[in-house]
């Protein structure tokens, strides 16, 4: 069996995929885009991989020298990466996106209903990926919202984990300082054996005008944040009896104004 090899469109076709692959993993990653960069990386990868390919013989050293050797430089290319673990991160996705890509590439061109039509299909791939990318930073931003913390009191820390919701805003009157919410069962040894006064303070929300809040204060908080953890000094907790989630998945709401404290 013979094939037609079109180098042009061989070219175009590899220089397009690459360069929506690192678009797409720049999407996702939230890494600073610059174009020149992008499209040197992709004239570099499909250069490389094109040249492998009509110089190599054997298949095996050709996906060896693609996939461990064009690709990492090709990505390097476009982020200019310093630090290992986030170039590896960049990689890992570029290098997911060009499988997708071409996946839903080859299906579509072998798809009848579609007509084999080559730049529809890509354009088809382009939007499913972009999509894709977009559910993902919206994972991500919510994700990145819940924060490990360490509660700091007179009997040591206790680890939990904290939602930053920028709607709470409730502030203590008499102290001046915004107002966190948290289980009361993860406070409720220290504040049986009377570590921890309770007072109440007045607050409002929806479906209750107004009503009254147990609050306790602690020492502290660490608010365990990857580029540098923030510490709040003596900080307001009002009291949940019940979850706060139904899922559970966080200990304490913080307040939205704990990040300009």
Request: net charge neutral.
């Amino acid at each position: 069996m013979e094939y037609e090899l079109y180098i042009d469109v061989l070219f175009l076709t590899n220089f397009t995929m690459d360069s929506v692959a690192l678009m797409i993993a720049g999407k996702m990653m939230r890494e600073r885009i610059r174009m020149g960069r992008l499209l040197l990386g992709s004239l570099v990868g499909t250069a490389g991989s094109m040249s492998l390919f009509f110089f190599l013989n054997d298949y095996t050293w050709y996906q060896l020298g693609v996939h461990f050797l064009v690709n990492p430089l090709m990505v390097w290319l476009c982020y200019r990466s310093r630090k290992w673990k986030q170039f590896l991160g960049q990689w890992f996705v570029t290098y997911l996106s060009c499988i997708l890509l071409g996946g839903i590439l080859t299906w579509g061109t072998a798809n009848s209903a579609l007509g084999g039509n080559l730049w529809l299909c890509l354009a088809g791939a382009f939007l499913f990926l972009f999509l894709a990318g977009k559910m993902l930073g919206q994972f991500r931003r919510q994700k990145e919202t819940i924060y490990e913390i360490l509660l700091v009191t007179g009997q040591g820390n206790l680890p939990a984990r904290g939602f930053f919701d920028t709607g709470n805003l409730l502030m203590d009157p008499i102290v001046g300082k915004p107002v966190h919410i948290v289980k009361r069962e993860i406070l409720s040894e220290q504040i049986e054996k009377g570590l921890l006064p309770i007072r109440l303070i007045p607050f409002h929300s929806l479906g209750m005008e107004e009503g009254l809040l147990e609050a306790v204060t602690i020492e502290g908080i660490y608010i365990l944040k990857e580029e540098q953890p923030l510490y709040l000094e003596r900080p307001v907790l009002g009291l949940a009896k019940e979850k706060l989630f139904q899922d559970d998945r966080c200990d304490v709401i913080l307040n939205g104004k704990s990040m300009n404290n």
